[in-house]
């Protein structure tokens, strides 16, 4: 026992130290520090966006992080935002534009997450308008006219009778170029009247005969020009009735494709105006009957609208069971040539599969010469045959069984 030695209390406190020591150093190690704040970038799409006079709609599409927040500054009195202003992440600001009553442009540039973002409008367009025919006459049974509104396309306009016998059919209102149909009632009375119609600030002015008013026997009728030769997209054309005062005429077409909008009654001087549809097929010709009141008399004016022929490089086409793709040439030519330009490239044409099996894959419409592609679905049945067809001419395809 004498060579034991006692453990003494301040080894014991020294030791106890120690330990205490190191208990706090093992807690300063296990505390955790505040996470960094991100670093947010922005990016708007489109960067900017332009609209027309009326206004609109438009949107703009923020792209950051989740956590990162943005607000939207800088609306305007003709800027609105449908969207709110503010947000986090990714999202859309969406907001309209409202009309712009001046004729000078303008432009906002709306701060987007700190990104500009610019909008710009034009200004009003300063609006000019005509009417064609500006005058029309009808017989005591009246009858149907139109009147031609040429204005900008922005430009919007309205159409008024003056009188209860002179009423509307179509064109009441409109925006840009258009056509008013209007209608004279028929004139019980003896004496001949004469009213107007406002049609986009413009006067026509409408005159129309009584009803057995007599006609005058010195009567004379001119038609000038009486022939016509178009080219192949429609139109109008204009035809001239000279004649005495009160003198009476009708005017009609004589085939489908032509029609008389205005002009088709008249007593004295008057125009003709003859409309003719779009014609790529082969050359046509067609009459417009002026006729007088005699059963005989009259004058006929000709159209005579020129036309498209066509070629194919291959008629016919075998494929496989296994189906695939294949092609040919289309050539093209209007007759008359000088109606094809200086290309030769002025005709309109489409090529159409009959089979659901065969697909045209090249884009429809084509004008002038163009190659034509086509893919041919497998067969699984029997052999069969399908056409593609561009204008007259045919593509005969035949498949052949597995």
Partial sequence: MSGVRPLTIGRLGTLGLALAGLTLLTG??????????????????????????????????????????????GVSEWVTLLSPPTGTGPGTVSYTVSRNPDITARERTLMVAAVPYKI?????????????P???????????????????????????????????????????????????HSNDA??????????????????????????????????????????????RLTATVTTQPHCQWTAAAGVSWLSVPSGSSGAGSGA????????????????????????????NIRVEQAGCVYGLSQA????????????????QESQPGTCGGPLQDRCVWTAKSDVSWITVTTSMPRTGDSAVAFTVAANAGSSRAGHVTVRDQEVTITQSSP
């Fill in 28 to 73: 300063c190690g296990s505390s955790n520090p505040a996470k960094p704040s991100p670093v947010c970038s922005y990016v708007l799409a489109p960067q900017s966006q332009s609209f027309p006079s009326d206004g609109g709609s438009g949107s703009v599409a923020v792209t950051t992080d989740a956590q990162c927040s943005w607000s939207v500054q």
């Fill in 120 to 132: 710009s409008q034009d200004g009003r367009q300063v609006c000019t308008y005509s009417i064609s």
């Fill in 134 to 184: 500006e005058q029309q006459s009808f017989g005591d049974e009246g009858g149907t006219g139109e009147a031609q509104v040429t204005a900008g396309a922005e430009c919007a306009w309205s159409t008024a009778s003056a009188v209860p016998w002179l009423t509307i059919v179509a064109g009441g209102s409109g925006r840009g170029p258009g056509v008013v149909t209007y209608k004279a």
């Fill in 190 to 235: 003896s004496q001949s009247r004469s009213g107007t119609l406002t049609i986009a600030t413009r006067t026509l002015t409408v005159n129309q005969e009584g009803e057995g008013a007599s006609q005058p026997a010195n009567c004379e009728y001119a038609v000038a020009p009486v022939e016509f030769a178009p080219c192949m997209s429609g139109g």
């Fill in 272 to 299: 003709v105006t003859i409309s003719f549809s779009d014609n790529y097929d082969a050359p046509r010709d067609g009459i417009i009957m002026v006729r007088w009141p005699t059963p005989t008399a009259g004058q």
């Fill in 316 to 331: 016919s086409f075998t494929v496989a069971a296994a189906g695939g793709p294949g092609s040919f040439n289309v050539v």
